[in-house]
């Protein structure tokens, strides 16, 4: 997937699970091709509210934060692309039956330890369960859970779904929660529909075929 979010188209979130989707706030081929999703500070803030991990609210209240505190957003904000990456690093070495560089684990393990930091069990109407205290005061507020999203997902059955995309120009991740886990393709409108289509060029040509090009 390489769709542009400039201005305030929205992102494409298909990954099935918070973190993967985080991961592939890049677009296109990591050591290839690619296209940055996450340009500064406020794109983070528009994917937060699109995930609906920051309300309207918070949201307007980071973004006045930024912009009185520019220093702290753009450090947020390097921090933010540093665990996206290891996060990507980390799944696509679980995709490649691989285990993840020791680096990439501490960086997750440290922002996993700042995020439990902040939490508290609380009783709920099935028992017991977590809660987050406020965290107003933290311009990388967004990445408390999506370090717990990926130690959750490390940590489950899931973990065996996690798929790359097959595109050799696309290094989307996703969970395939289709019945055969058979998933290829991050979108099969996008890189799916890619593939298809070179398929079946391939064919004409074996075949001795020109493909009709449309007007």
């Not at 985080?22 to 091709?33: D, I, P, Q, T």
Request: aromatic residues 6%; positive net charge.
């Amino acid at each position: 997937m390489s769709n542009s979010t400039t201005n305030d188209q929205p992102f494409e979130l298909i990954a099935g699970q918070l973190s993967l989707d985080f991961a592939n706030s890049l677009g296109g081929h990591r050591g290839g091709v690619s296209e940055e999703h996450l340009r500064a500070y406020p794109d983070l803030v528009r994917w937060g509210r699109q995930t609906h991990l920051l309300s309207d609210d918070r949201a307007a209240w980071l973004s006045r934060e930024a912009q009185e505190h520019p220093g702290e957003a753009s450090a947020a904000f390097a921090r933010a692309l540093t665990l996206r990456e290891a996060i990507y690093r980390v799944f696509a070495a679980v995709v490649g039956n691989a285990q993840p560089a020791p680096a990439d684990l501490a960086l997750l393990n440290a922002e996993l330890t700042a995020a439990l930091a902040d939490g508290h069990i609380v009783t709920s109407a099935d028992g017991f369960a977590w809660d987050w205290r406020d965290e107003r005061h933290s311009l990388a507020q967004v990445l408390g859970p999506i370090a717990r999203s990926a130690a959750d997902l490390l940590t489950s059955d899931e973990r065996r779904l996690v798929r790359e995309c097959a595109s050799d120009t696309c290094t989307w991740l996703f969970v395939d929660h289709t019945k055969n886990h058979r998933r290829r393709w991050c979108s099969p409108s996008s890189c799916g529909n890619v593939a298809k289509v070179r398929r079946y060029r391939a064919r004409r040509r074996s075949a001795g075929k020109a493909p009709k090009i449309s007007a």
